[in-house]
């Protein structure tokens, strides 16, 4: 399985942007999916997470209100739609599968695949 983000870039705060991940696996609608995020000499963490069939969304305190994660299984894709940007959201984000998921993932550890990572920067 391979993973594909983009769409990141710079943005001032208060700002929007929208990540994509795209995946190449003809059994996407199998894997529960998030979005992490490590800034630099952070850990990575969680940010929000989809169950297989889009029913079920949860996210970071952080971001709760603000982000969304979406996903359409006939295009093997993920979003992440992002708005009222701060400039602690800078870090670099990734997306993340998991095979056949049940219930919410939010541990990093917990996930199988990753993509490659796409920089988001806030400006104030």
């Known amino acids: 399985v391979q993973l594909q983000a983009s769409g990141g870039g710079l943005v001032q705060a208060g700002g929007s942007l929208r990540l994509s991940c795209a995946a190449s696996?003809?059994?996407?609608?199998?894997?529960?999916l998030g979005w992490f995020r490590q800034a630099p000499g952070k850990e990575r963490e969680f940010v929000a997470g989809?169950?297989?069939?889009?029913?079920?969304?949860y996210y970071a305190d952080s971001v709760k209100g603000r982000f969304a994660i979406s996903r359409d299984n006939a295009k093997n894709t993920v979003y992440l739609q992002m708005n009222s940007l701060k400039p602690e959201d800078t870090a670099v984000y990734y997306c993340a599968a998991k095979w056949f998921a049940s219930g919410r993932t939010v541990v990093a550890g917990e996930y199988d695949y990753w993509g490659q990572g796409t920089q988001v920067t806030v400006s104030s």
């Open positions: 696996v003809s059994t996407f609608s199998r894997y529960g």
């Open positions: 989809i169950t297989r069939n889009g029913d079920s969304t």
